[in-house]
């Protein structure tokens, strides 16, 4: 099994959840043994300020899915929702005074709201691009983004309406068996089988208001978001222990180099190395390591694609990927995963 401990760390704020048991109880589906089995408990989806584990969540979503024969059930969670069932994020989204002041929340605090590894935000003369995706631990998330991004543009429709179909939206997931359900719940413009999660905000509905608009509540919320992020350092865990914690989470980036994960800690590049060599190692031994843990679990424990779980660790191509398996475990992905199963 994958490292119990490891997945936990990524959390997700509890009321993101508030709708899965309502919706559940459409198809006759009762939540309460499914939580029981993933030590999940369901009192605390009502709560604005807990948080629970995101791949726990993206487990019972997957598992509901399935029991309801509905590829669209994470999706279609998001109409029992409450507005404002995740706290501050929520009400600091519906506050936003205008798209921009949306999006840059967004960017803000997402990382707060739910456990995203990779998030980046871009701007240009076109607009926003925000480019996301899941540590790869989290094997099954396909309703889990169904079920935030429908929640984050129908909070966008709020405040712009129809216009919300110049919303270009682009999914990592399989595509649906009945797309049209996802072209008139999200936008008209979503493509599917894409290599990350990207939602792109064109320049026109950048500067467009929110007729329910609150500066004052809006950066009130933004300062609540600052205040309860949580600490990925958790306990009492040595520093390498903190930087592999790290790498897994963000094994996906394509780039990860001593400039971006030494300010993340603190300290100078050259604290970082020092630091790592008194424990006899670097980055990119950690990094490899990181990697070898998560291929065998992978290639072992699920039934993704060999190309997807190249991606998905952050390869450039799926022949590089093979290298390293070779490397690693003296047989190919294909070769390893008909080992284990022999």
């Known amino acids: 099994m994958l490292n119990k401990k490891s997945t936990d760390e990524l959390t997700t704020v509890a009321g993101i959840a508030s709708a899965v048991a309502a919706h559940a109880l459409s198809y006759g589906i009762d939540i309460a043994p499914i939580c029981k089995a993933l030590e999940l408990d369901p009192e605390v989806f009502q709560s604005v300020t807990s948080r629970i584990s995101l791949d726990r969540l993206c487990r019972l979503l997957e598992a509901c899915a399935l029991l309801a024969d509905d590829e669209a059930f994470g999706l279609r969670c998001s109409g029992k929702f409450v507005a404002g069932s995740t706290g501050p994020f929520g009400y600091g989204v519906m506050s936003a005074p205008t798209v921009r002041d949306f999006v840059l929340f967004l960017e803000a605090h997402v990382q707060y709201a739910t456990h995203a590894s990779y998030l980046k935000v871009t701007e240009d003369p076109k607009g926003f691009k925000i480019d996301w995706t899941f540590a790869p631990v989290i094997i099954r998330r396909n309703q889990f983004v169904d079920m935030t991004v429908a929640l984050t ?190």
Request: with cysteine.
């Open 153 to 342: 543009l129908m909070r966008l429709r709020d405040i712009i309406g129809q216009n919300c179909d110049q919303v270009v939206l682009e999914l990592e997931r399989p595509k649906p068996r009945q797309p049209q359900i996802f072209r008139e719940m999200l936008t008209k413009r979503i493509t599917f089988d894409c290599p990350i999660n990207t939602i792109r905000f064109p320049a026109e509905i950048l500067d467009l208001e929110n007729p329910r608009g609150d500066r004052k509540l809006f950066e009130l919320m933004d300062i609540q978001c600052r205040n309860m992020r949580s600490d990925v350092t958790i306990g009492e865990r040595t520093f390498v222990d903190q930087v592999r914690s790290y790498i897994q989470v963000r094994i996906g980036e394509p780039n990860l180099s001593l400039d971006d994960i030494a300010p993340y800690f603190g300290i100078s590049e050259r604290t970082f190395q020092r630091r790592l060599a008194e424990h006899h190692t670097n980055l990119n031994d950690l990094r490899d390591e990181v990697r070898r843990t998560l291929t065998l679990g992978l290639l072992t424990e699920s039934d993704l694609s060999i190309s997807d779980i190249s991606y998905r660790l952050g390869y450039s191509a799926p022949s590089a990927f093979t290298r390293s398996v070779t490397r690693w475990f003296g047989t190919t992905p294909k070769g390893l995963r008909e080992r284990r199963a022999a």
